[in-house]
């Protein structure tokens, strides 16, 4: 039985990183059996990351290593692509994974007004007396990588200029289906829609929150691809997914 390691749910979504939720994602549509293991401690995994997937002894690391990992149990996420069609889908996977995460992040651990409310919801078992103490360093570090990164540099404002050409071309591709690549969910929307749902669900008032929350085309389609996507596969349904 596939045990995988993954993030609490949170903000009503249900991990709180969206790698968690893609990694979900993905299971639910292999149609392969598997079950969760929740941890908000990543310390002990082969890359201190969450999500992981433990098989008897084996840990793997990195959601695009456990897509591999189901296509080789036979898994076809992206059954009915052409090769075309699949290049672009790797492009917006990077776009999602490499690009909107670090707004999602930024959202999140970089505006003071929503990180105290991030901070007690992720680090709820570090009792109070000492939660602030060792969160700001754990915030600073991450906030150093975002300044490296560069994304840190940019005001809120100017990293809602950066995103918005992403956002337009995830717009273009709904205008030809209920999911990026037609009516069905592939492997792409398993990536692209949990770092949309993760930006629209986190708490408070931010600009990019904002702009997700009031876009009825994204806000579809973060709902639909929640249904598809969020409960296992009988095999009959996973069958025809990977035919
Ligand atoms: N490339 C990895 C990224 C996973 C990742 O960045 N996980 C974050 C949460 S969203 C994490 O566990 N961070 C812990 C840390 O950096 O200490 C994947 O696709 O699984």
Redesign the pocket.
């Known amino acids: 039985m596939i045990t995988l390691i993954t ?1 609490a749910p949170a903000f009503g979504q249900t991990a ?5 939720v ?2 979900i994602w993905l299971l639910n549509m292999s149609g392969l059996e598997w079950q969760r293991e929740d941890s908000m401690d ?1 310390r002990q ?1 082969p ?5 992981v997937i433990r098989l008897g002894s084996d840990l793997i ?6 897509r591999a990992y189901l296509e080789q149990q036979g898994a076809d996420f992206d059954a009915d692509l052409s090769d075309m069609e699949k290049a672009t889908s790797r492009a917006f996977i990077r776009m999602a ?1 490499e690009h909107l ?1 670090f707004h999602c ?1 930024l959202q999140r651990w970089g505006e003071d007004t929503i990180w105290p409310i991030v901070r007690d919801q992720y680090f709820s078992a570090i009792p109070k007396i000492l939660r602030g103490l060792v969160t700001n360093k ?1 915030r600073k570090t ?1 906030l150093q990588g975002l300044y490296s990164q560069g994304l840190g540099r940019l005001t809120p404002e100017e990293r809602l200029q950066k995103i918005e050409p992403d956002l337009q071309a995830i717009t273009t591709r709904l205008w030809h289906g209920k999911f990026l690549f037609g009516d069905l969910p592939t492997a792409a929307d398993a990536s692209i829609a949990p770092m949309l749902a993760g930006m629209r669900a986190t708490p408070g008032k931010t600009l990019l929150k904002t702009r997700i929350a009031e876009d009825e085309i994204l806000c579809r389609y973060i709902d639909r691809a929640e249904d598809a996507m969020s409960a296992p596969r009988t095999n009959a349904a996973s069958v025809s997914l990977c035919a």
């Open positions: 993030y709180a990183s969206p790698f968690c893609k990694a990543p995994m890359k201190q990351k969450l999500p690391h990195d959601s695009d290593n456990i994974e995460y992040v754990i991450c």
